[in-house]
């Protein structure tokens, strides 16, 4: 229909300032995994690096493999970030073709230094050829990412977490340099095929339904980001990351993410007091808020997280903050 193209065709263009992209931005009827699989199926002919501090980039190394891409595993200490100078070592062999790299470990509460790695893989001997794929899936929108000027090939994220939207709906930039690639890369399966992908948004279309519901709401919350503006809605999120910070130290809890790591958009506390995170949160719930248990097996009850993403404010946390002390002076 062609409002449906009308629809898209709005979209588009405030979806590659988001993304700080004059590329394009792929629209998929998926949550942001549909994507991980997408990335590693359209540019991996050779080895992938998979970078892994994390429930969520470990689950991507995962994916890397059950989609038969060769790989190597970069892996430090779950609360540690991933290094410039880790990424060069293990490229100066010249054997991938691929990273892959978390830009906000939501299950660590740690933010990587992308810019930062994103050089030093274009310093690596075939540095030109390697393809950047960048999970941005609690970043793009609350943490400040230059798909352009840092160089990447893919940037995906969900419309469910800082873009504050309902599930349903994933996103992902793509450079010229990976599609050409993509044109090179046998088996890119159907759903997820860029090239398809990028001939339909070309006329405004998506190959397969598209999911309109979701994309009437992401017109409106993108004109929403607009109006607030991106540098101050990044500025309202490093503020209320600082916010919880000194709260949370304040209670005598120590961060579980590395310091001058932590990211913009979810604080992970060690939860080294034993606080029991289901009671707090049945009280929470009572009062109309939630925090999150630590992520997975290995995280849960030794840590847990809160969020301050998306459309929330400052006022929000204190709210929270209010509640969770009263909670723990019974
Ligand atoms: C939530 C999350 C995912 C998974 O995204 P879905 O939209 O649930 O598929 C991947 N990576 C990170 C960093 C996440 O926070």
New binding site residues.
């Given amino acids: 229909m062609p409002e449906s193209a009308e629809l898209i065709g709005r979209i588009n263009p405030k979806l590659r300032q988001v993304f700080m992209t004059e590329s394009r931005v792929l629209i998929s009827a998926s ?3 549909g994507f991980w699989e997408g990335a590693v199926r359209n540019t991996i002919n050779r080895k992938a690096l998979n970078c892994v501090n994390g429930a ?1 980039s470990d689950r991507w190394r995962e994916v890397t493999e059950l989609n038969g891409k060769a790989n190597e595993v970069l892996e430090v200490e779950w609360g540690q970030p991933i290094l410039p100078e880790m990424v060069a070592e293990r490229l100066a062999t010249g054997e991938f073709d691929a990273i892959t790299i ?1 830009h ?3 299950s660590t509460g740690v933010l990587n230094p992308v810019a930062e790695i994103a050089q030093a893989v274009r310093s690596a001997p075939n540095g030109d050829e390697i393809m950047i794929l960048v ?1 941005a ?2 970043g793009i929108a609350g943490v400040k990412l230059e798909f352009d000027a840092w160089d990447l090939d893919v940037a995906l994220t ?1 419309s ?2 800082a873009f504050a939207l309902p ?1 349903g709906l ?1 996103f992902a930039a793509v450079s010229d340099r990976a599609m050409e690639k993509a044109k090179t890369v046998p088996n890119r399966g159907y759903y997820f095929d860029f090239i398809t992908l990028d001939k339909s948004l070309q006329k405004n279309q998506t190959p397969a339904t598209p999911a309109l519901s979701l994309l009437f709401a992401l017109d409106v919350q993108l004109d929403a980001f607009l109006a607030e503006g991106l540098e101050n809605r990044f500025a309202r999120h490093l503020a209320m990351r600082d916010r919880t910070i000194q709260w949370a130290k304040e209670q005598g809890w120590p961060m579980f993410a590395a310091p001058g790591y932590e990211s913009p958009t979810v604080t992970c506390i060690d939860n080294q007091s034993g606080i029991d995170i289901s009671a707090l949160n049945k009280y929470l719930r009572e009062k109309g808020m939630i925090i999150s248990n630590g992520y997975g097996s290995r995280l849960k009850n030794k840590t847990f997280r809160i969020a301050h993403m998306g459309d929330l404010q400052m006022s929000d946390m204190e709210e929270l903050f209010v509640a969770i002390e009263s909670y723990l002076q019974g």
Avoid: I
């Fill in positions: 949550s942001g995994t969520f978390v906000n470990e939501t999970d899936v609690s969900s469910q977490k599930p994933a």
